[in-house]
């Protein structure tokens, strides 16, 4: 468990990775879009998944860097419910997100027949509704998480109470405090098991067909999606730690909040690493700069000819 001394670093370093990286992102999409006038449908759902990642880093991150350097009463309640209800739907989202990827990869590698020919005309068109109805969904799961958020007292914290040291979430009873707990780790399973089923899907049609270095390829791929499965297992076996305890350590659900928060911050890493539109474009950036410097090196070389 991560100790007040590491807290600060460990917020900060993810603060500093994932902010740049999520909006390194964002501009290069917007970018191809405004140049190409139309992104796939891969990289809407990718754009989609940069900026709920950097609203969980933003929202989570950087009030928690600040606590653990000592900073106190950063928010007021409606300031509290406002910060960790966005955080909550955001890094939710995170998750449905990175499952509607897959399934979608899934879909687009499954055989041009039958229902896959369908879903293959149907899906591209029905993301930004998959999406509003996804974000809809989460609204209403962390509208609890809402109602019970308050700004952080330095009184004696109640019973069945998570402690997020700037904000606490007060449940006033251990059937909310279990219940809310049940619904977001159901919640999560659900998508995480069917993230793991298009991806075992991908790489087992892939297998079946001989493509065994396409199949590597894929998994690499892929890995981005396992990284959020693993985080989000992580994530909910310290969950079900919290909800066997009357009260929380503060070090526990800031273990948990870094687990959950390792996600947003590290997946831009991952997505540049693995998308092959950063590298070309990388490329020819590289190369651009080294046809400006053969320029201007040909012109010193003329005019010191003369």
């Known amino acids: 468990i991560l100790s007040q001394d590491y807290d600060a670093a460990g917020f900060i370093f993810l603060d500093t990775v994932g902010i740049p990286g999520n909006l390194t992102i964002l501009l290069f999409f917007a970018r191809l879009s405004y140049f190409q006038g139309k992104l796939q449908t891969s990289d809407v759902i990718i754009t989609h998944l940069a900026s709920f990642n950097l609203v969980v ?6 009030p928690q860097a600040l606590t653990a350097v000592g900073y106190r009463n950063l928010f007021n309640d409606n300031g509290c419910k406002a910060v960790i209800y966005i955080y909550r739907i955001c890094r939710a989202m995170s998750i449905c997100v990175t499952c509607l990827l897959s399934c979608y990869q899934c879909v687009l590698v499954g055989p041009s027949t039958g229902k896959w020919l369908l879903l293959k005309k149907r899906l591209p068109q029905s993301v930004p509704y998959i999406v509003l109805f996804l974000c809809a969904l989460n609204c209403i799961v962390c509208t609890a998480t809402a109602q019970y958020t308050f700004a952080y007292f330095n009184s004696t914290i109640p019973e069945f109470t998570l402690n997020l040291e700037f904000c606490i979430v007060t449940y006033p009873s251990y059937i ?3 219940g809310n707990g049940v619904l977001y780790i159901l919640r999560d399973l659900c998508f995480v098991i069917l993230m793991a089923f298009a991806a075992g899907y991908i790489i087992s049609l892939l297998y079946h067909h001989g493509k ?12 981005k999606k396992t990284a959020d499965a693993s985080k989000a297992v992580l994530d909910n076996i310290v969950w079900i730690y919290t909800l066997c305890v009357s009260r929380v350590h503060p070090a526990v659900s800031d273990t948990r909040v870094f687990l959950a928060s390792c996600y947003s911050a590290f997946s831009p890493i991952l997505i540049i690493a693995t998308n092959k539109r ?3 474009t990388l490329s020819c950036t590289q190369f651009s700069k080294l046809l400006r410097k053969l320029k201007k090196t040909n012109v010193l070389l003329y005019t010191l000819s003369i």
Request: aromatic share 12%; hydrophobic share 45%; charged share 15%.
């Open 57 to 62: 880093v933003l929202l989570r991150g950087i």
């Open 176 to 178: 909310f405090y279990l």
């Open 212 to 223: 065994q270095m396409k199949s590597m390829q894929t998994s690499d791929r892929n890995q």
């Open 278 to 280: 950063f590298a070309i």
